[in-house]
């Protein structure tokens, strides 16, 4: 179908780019991508895909809106404070974008309904902020055949990197398995500088967007890191997907999911975001 | 006017446009036709016509002509050579 006359001028920044064009933003509009977590990395990460004309983005997040939350969550507004999350996110990206269709899941991922919600997209955003949640979106999407972003922040640091199966490592490739209790702090414990949460969900929002039009190099089999007070980007080439890993390996030993335990430390609910 | 060897698949006015809008109006109706086939862009002078041929030729397509209309206006006729 051909784009109306709005259309064309909402989106004529991408499609005069050779690599997106007419067929890249016509790619874009079909596509639909689950943001897990509408907090530091959902919320920019939300209202990107959301300008970039998804057609179809769903949002996960049990939460409601915290004065806390808004120093870096920024798709929620002082007058969102209480509101559900998901709710003042699909309103905030329902006005930059009201070609886009919403989907909001206001409920905690867990082992019992995170097949379900992912099945229906092309792609998966990881914003959330506990080792549970990662691992567990890691694992299901492994299990599901579904590509998504992982990304991680903390005080002045983030890192991200892509599955896409068959083309290299999964998260627990590459880390294995839960950290100790205690051992990582929470951003609540520890802080965290709200642009960081804004650049590296930003890059997510880049890789669903390569992923989606098929252009460029996607952070598969290697990690990028971040260290905002040295101004540093790194990028480390990972290791190949790991033959013994214990959901994407040869002889997976993780074949249903796993409800692990929050870190006694951390009273972040699980699901919800940084 | 020599006769052109090549048939015009169709046409859209970009006149009424202004930068970047004419490109883009002009590349989206470009992405309708099928390899091979050939677009006729109806521009004003200025910059649509300094600027709308290159954008095409860095998109890698093909300009075959770029004709004075003699009202002040031009016809651009562009083949497609890829998806963009």
Do not use: W
């Not at chain 1, 920044?13 to 790619?27: A, C, D, N, S, T």
């Not at chain 1, 057609?55 to 929620?76: C, K, P, W, Y």
């Not at chain 2, 290159?54 to 083949?79: C, E, I, M, N, W």
Request: net charge negative; proline share 6%.
């Amino acid at each position: 179908m051909a784009f109306s006359p709005e259309e064309l001028e909402r989106y004529s920044r991408h499609i005069i780019l050779k690599e997106v064009g007419v067929k890249g933003q016509k790619k874009l509009c079909a596509a639909k991508v689950l943001i897990v977590g509408a907090g530091g990395l959902g919320a920019p990460a939300a209202l990107y895909l959301a300008a970039a004309g998804v057609g179809t983005i769903g949002i996960v997040d049990a939460d409601e809106v915290d004065l806390s939350n808004l120093q870096r969550q920024i798709i929620h507004g002082t007058s969102d404070l209480g509101r559900p999350k998901v709710e003042s996110a699909a309103d905030t990206m329902r006005d930059i974008n009201p070609h886009v269709t919403v989907k909001t899941y206001q409920e905690f991922l867990d082992s019992a309904n995170i097949m379900d919600i992912i099945a229906d997209y092309d792609f998966v955003i990881d914003g959330v902020d506990n080792f549970p949640t990662k691992f567990l979106i890691n694992d299901a999407c492994v299990m599901a055949g579904k590509p998504f972003v992982h990304a991680g922040i903390i005080r002045f640091k983030g890192q991200l990197m892509t599955y896409v199966p068959g083309q290299g490592p999964c998260y627990r490739c590459v880390f294995h398995d839960m950290p100790p209790k205690d051992a990582v702090p929470t951003c609540k414990q520890a802080g965290i500088i709200g642009a960081i949460a804004g650049i590296i969900g930003c890059l997510e929002a880049l890789e669903a967007i390569k992923y989606i039009c098929g252009i460029g190099e996607l952070l598969c089999g290697r990690l990028l890191t971040f260290d905002a007070l040295k101004g540093d980007f790194h990028t480390i080439k990972l290791p190949p997907r790991d033959p013994n890993c214990a959901v994407c390996g040869d002889h997976p030993t993780i074949t249903e999911l796993i409800d692990y335990e929050q870190p006694e430390c951390a009273d972040a609910q699980h699901g919800s975001a940084l | 006017m020599a006769k052109k060897e090549y048939e015009v698949a169709d046409t859209v006015d970009i006149t009424d446009q202004v930068c970047p809008m004419t490109f883009v109006v002009a590349k989206a109706a470009l992405a309708e036709l099928e390899i091979g086939q050939v677009l006729r862009v109806y521009l004003a002078d200025g910059e649509p016509m300094l600027n709308v041929p290159r954008s095409f030729r860095d998109d890698g397509q093909q300009v075959l002509a770029l004709t004075p209309a003699g009202d002040g206006t031009y016809d651009l006729d562009v083949k497609k050579l890829e998806e963009e």
